[in-house]
């Protein structure tokens, strides 16, 4: 088949759960024999040259990257606060070069299935019907609204008052889009009845995002038992206000409790004052690491102290597969079906999250099985070819 997936930013490198749920099925496409082709937003944000795509990646698909800055303007949030309904998110990723090189392929080159990767590329939905005859697969990453709307539950003032409107303005903007695509892909189970009560009524399919057995496999050669670790975007904001909840009410708790215990934070674009607010004793910030998946065999024990943020957490599932012990808040294993105690520990406060990694931290045993129990989950349920094969056949029923 021949398969494009359009993307509101380059999906390379894979450096955080959208551009990973992004490659992953473009891997497992290609693997499987199938034609695929990427057109990518080049924001400036995450800007990069086709050059800087390695030979084996451009090897899997052709990458078209088209320019579009998003950039955010604090004079044009509130000018689209003011004079706006559209919500600003939205609003940064509609553009007319885009537009144009989206007919320029579609003139160029037939495709059976055009795979919206995320809500901000479904504005181009009228458009792609006007030149294309291909199936329009609108695979939903989150329920966009409800990050907005969690982060205004745990802040204050103006802050609040901003997210608050905004996730409204997000929650309209996925209603008016609701069945304008042929079917849709959530991410979990969860989204797919949100979705489903908010409207959908095309066909659906929880598709969750593989994982790539070839470069995930556990380590413990270098394992510093034991030790804490944080990885993610720390530009994303339900990263920020967990990780600082976890140092403002957890850690001090549990320094005092190990003097010696170490934690260690790493991930890129973190802001000059969250790095300030990261300097604690034994909290040690690396930023962006050469090597994410070598960091994480290198530690112990993983913390995604999440209370915001939607859809699943892909960094929770590659942890996982790396035989991980994981602590987490029930939104941040929120999407992944697992059991509770078995393959992953939920806190849901201060006293919880303290007690679960004092487990880890005084029984070996345990910090073990819960590992072993983790891998054998993500090899059963997230096989990357397995789930894009599925998908495959899913599409074919509904290909004109």
């Known amino acids: 088949m021949r398969i494009l997936q359009v993307t509101n930013k380059v999906p390379y490198p894979t450096k955080d759960g959208g551009a990973i749920a992004c490659m992953n099925l473009t891997k497992g496409f290609a693997l499987l024999g199938h034609d695929v082709t990427v057109l990518s937003m080049n924001t400036v944000k995450h800007h990069i040259t086709i050059d800087e795509i390695p030979e084996r990646i451009k090897n899997m698909a052709e990458f078209r990257l088209v320019d579009v800055p998003a950039r955010i303007s604090a004079i044009k949030l509130v000018v689209n606060l003011l004079f706006s309904q559209q919500p600003y998110n939205a609003s940064r990723f509609i553009a007319d070069n885009f537009s144009t090189e989206l007919i320029k392929l579609l003139t160029e080159k037939e495709f059976d299935i055009i795979q919206l990767e995320g809500l901000y590329v479904c504005p181009y939905i009228s458009l792609i019907r006007e030149f294309s005859k291909a199936l329009i697969v609108y695979r939903a990453h989150n329920i966009e609204h409800e990050i907005w709307g969690r982060s205004a539950e745990i802040n ?3 802050k609040k008052f901003y997210m608050r409107n905004l996730s409204l303005r997000i929650r309209k903007f996925e209603t008016r889009l609701l069945n304008n695509y042929d079917v849709l892909v959530p991410i979990t189970q969860r989204d797919d009845s949100i979705l489903y009560g908010m409207g959908n009524r095309k066909p659906s399919m929880v598709s969750q995002t593989g994982i790539d057995s070839s470069i995930l496999f556990p380590s413990s050669r270098n394992l510093e038992y034991p030790s804490l670790f944080h990885i993610g ?13 976890f140092i403002q009410n957890c850690w001090p708790v549990l320094h005092k409790k190990y003097p010696e215990l170490k934690f260690y934070v790493a991930g890129r ?64 294993a929120e999407g992944i079906e697992v059991e509770k105690d078995k393959h992953i520990l939920i806190a ?53």
């Open 156 to 158: 204050k003032g103006l």
């Open 233 to 245: 975007s720390m530009e994303w904001g339900p990263n920020q206000e967990g990780l600082l909840w």
């Open 269 to 332: 674009n973190a802001p000059a004052w969250f790095e300030k607010k990261l300097d604690q004793p034994n909290v040690q910030f690396l930023g962006e690491v050469a090597d994410a998946y070598e960091f994480m065999n290198s530690k112990a024990i993983m913390i995604v102290p999440l209370f915001s943020g939607s859809g699943m957490r892909i960094k929770i599932i590659e942890g996982m597969a790396l035989g991980k012990s994981i602590v987490s808040t029930p939104i941040g």
């Open 348 to 400: 849901e406060n201060t006293d919880e999250f303290v007690e679960a990694v004092s487990k880890l931290v005084e029984d070996k045993e345990l910090y073990d099985s819960l590992g072993r129990n983790a891998i054998g989950f993500i090899h059963e349920k997230f096989d990357n070819v397995t789930t894009a094969s599925k998908l495959i056949d899913f599409y074919k029923q509904y290909i004109k």
